[in-house]
């Protein structure tokens, strides 16, 4: 085939690609980026030819079938796309070498099995769409439970960090408090030597207090004993002489009676 769209012609074999839910062939023995995919629009959609992998998406064919009908594009007319409309080519063919046409292909099936299988790609494809977005909430939770995670290693390091500073601060109050505390016993064993002093004065004070005291009272006592000694000695003697007086007179009242 001669023409604009001769750079399609050519081999086109299963790449194990799917395209909206059917299989995907690719042009063989051409450059990568000149290599054209042939594949099925959808269910109920023909045939199309596009020029690379960007356009397989978008659907931007430069070639199509005039008919959806066919598990493969093999005996289906052309259209060409020219100057903005799409043209029949009369010309254009899609065959089976002669080396392949009396081999078993395993990738020929029948429409209805074509069309199971196209079902079941599209339900794995939407399977795999809601994997990936589950995927892609994972992702999101799993940065997130990340963030989470060096939020609270940062501050896992800087509870860390005040607890060092507080322990050290704390070791500092802990020994002023020690500090303090010995101070108070210095002073504790101060006020008790001082107190002891006190009551050593004070004794001394009341000893003093009862010496002068017991001055007067020793004079006392001395003069009262004295005093009672000289009415003693005085109240015998004057007993003394009034014995003698008694004596005498009994001794002349004895003699008178004698004369008598």
């Known amino acids: ?82 100057d903005g409309a799409w043209v029949r080519d009369i010309a ?67 509870t860390i960090q005040l607890l060092g500073q507080s322990t050290e601060s704390n070791s500092a109050n802990y020994a002023k408090i020690a500090k303090l505390e010995s101070e108070i016993e210095a002073l504790s064993i101060d006020n008790a030597n001082y107190r002891e002093k006190l009551r050593n004065i004070e004794y001394e004070k009341t000893l003093d207090v009862l010496k002068m005291l017991a001055l007067p009272a020793i004079s006392i006592l001395i003069i009262v004993v004295i005093g009672v000694r000289a009415c003693t000695t005085s109240g015998t003697t004057s007993n003394t002489n009034t014995n003698r007086k008694n004596d005498a007179s009994i001794r002349a009242n004895k003699k008178n009676d004698d004369n008598r």
């Open 1 to 82: 085939h001669v023409g604009p769209h001769m750079d399609c012609m050519g081999f086109y074999a299963l790449d194990g690609t799917w395209a909206f839910g059917y299989p995907r062939y690719a042009q063989q023995g051409v450059h990568p980026e000149n290599i054209h995919y042939m594949y099925r629009g959808g269910l109920n959609e023909r045939w199309i030819i596009v020029l690379g992998e960007a356009a397989v998406a978008a659907k931007q064919g430069v070639l199509m079938t005039e008919s959806d009908n066919g598990d493969t594009p093999v005996g289906l007319a052309w259209d060409s796309a020219q």
């Open 92 to 158: 254009m063919r899609a065959v089976i070498p002669e080396e392949q046409r009396e081999q078993p292909r395993g990738d020929v099936v029948s429409k209805t099995e074509f069309d199971a299988m196209a079902r079941r790609a599209m339900i794995a494809e939407s399977k795999i769409e809601a994997l990936e977005s589950d995927l892609h909430t994972s992702s999101m939770l799993a940065d997130e439970m990340e963030k989470s995670a060096e939020d609270c290693l940062k501050g896992r390091e800087e």
